[in-house]
């Protein structure tokens, strides 16, 4: 496993699955809403740890933490709006 973490071909196909998966919610959040924002959370987690571990610049690493913390505020936002 610690070498999988260490591949560098492994950490671009994380990168093209999670624009596959930003593509998908952005064809989905129209009619589902929740499934869409679950894509969205898992591309924008997995694109925050990619961007800690290529040590990217701290400009995509911010970048990536509030568009994650975006898609989280969302999810609470629809989760608690619905049962007020």
Do not use: H
């Amino acid at each position: 496993m610690k070498k999988l973490w260490n591949n560098e071909k492994f950490w671009e196909a994380i990168g093209y699955i999670s624009l596959a998966l930003c593509i998908f919610g952005q064809i989905a959040v129209g009619y589902a809403y929740m499934i869409a924002q679950t894509a969205y959370l898992v591309a924008n987690g997995w694109t925050v740890i990619r961007s800690f571990k290529l040590d990217l610049p701290r400009a995509d690493k911010v970048r990536n933490v509030v568009f994650l913390a975006i898609t989280i505020a969302l999810i609470l936002i629809r989760i608690f709006s619905k049962t007020s």
